[in-house]
């Protein structure tokens, strides 16, 4: 388990100290993939034609980009993230939709500052990883997301996955350990922190172990789809 000597995760560092190339590093270690990604999971989020929707652990607002763009214009939407140095760069960039358009918070996921069944759409962009990986509070989470959520509500998260073909994950794991370990922890002089997102990727979820977590977790239907070989995947929720 990666924690340093405080018992913090790296990545508590690189969240709230954000390297000035911190959006550009996800798309060069994606390879360029990553908006597409998120293009599609947002389309997923906006499927039911939400009221109001949530974007969790939100970080600088890119997947939130994706859904502000094509949410009705009466849809409620907002982000929540621990960091203020994420959300300051967030606030920035939703700027573009008018002051108040998106409502940014700062919070915890495992004490979110909303009412019971707030929600109708959540979606979270490659930080339920953070939240439930080698994590304590991992149930926490998932029953805070399903405690905000309405019945019948969509969680849909975009996150690393595991690809079958055992060919295919080997290649995976050696590109997270050999390249986006060592190219991220330069560019971001943050190497612990890549160290832990390569190693967390290698060792996460598959979409059917995935699925299995979120139905016990209380989640009445699952159900994924991989991208790029299944080294990646778009899993939707219902509660």
């Not at 991220?184 to 967390?200: F, K, W």
Request: hydrophobic share 40%.
């Amino acid at each position: 388990m990666f924690r340093d000597e405080k018992g913090f995760r790296p990545t508590q560092q690189i969240f709230t100290e954000v390297p000035p190339k911190y959006d550009i590093l996800n798309r060069i270690l994606t390879l360029n993939l990553d908006e597409g990604w998120r293009r599609k999971t947002a389309a997923k989020v906006l499927e039911n034609r939400p009221s109001r929707v949530l974007d969790l652990c939100c970080g600088t607002a890119d997947l939130m980009m994706h859904i502000a763009k094509n949410a009705a214009s009466a849809t409620e939407l907002y982000g929540l993230d621990f960091s203020h140095t994420m959300l300051a760069r967030a606030n920035e960039k939703v700027a573009v939709f008018g002051k108040d358009r998106v409502k940014l918070i700062q919070g915890d996921a495992g004490k979110m500052p909303f009412e019971d069944n707030f929600f109708d759409s959540i979606g979270i962009s490659f930080g339920f990883r953070n939240l439930t990986f080698e994590n304590p509070d991992a149930q926490l989470h998932i029953q805070e997301v399903l405690r905000v959520l309405k019945p019948g509500g969509r969680f849909v998260i975009v996150e690393t996955s595991q690809p079958e073909n055992k060919i295919v994950r080997s290649g995976y794991h050696f590109y997270q350990k050999y390249i986006t370990a060592p190219i991220g922890g330069l560019i971001s002089g943050n190497r612990p922190a890549y160290d832990y997102l390569a190693y967390s990727a290698n060792h996460y979820y598959s979409i059917p172990e995935i699925s299995d977590v979120l139905i016990k977790a209380g989640f009445s239907e699952v159900g994924g789809i991989p991208m790029l070989l299944g080294a990646t995947a778009i899993v939707t929720a219902i509660k």
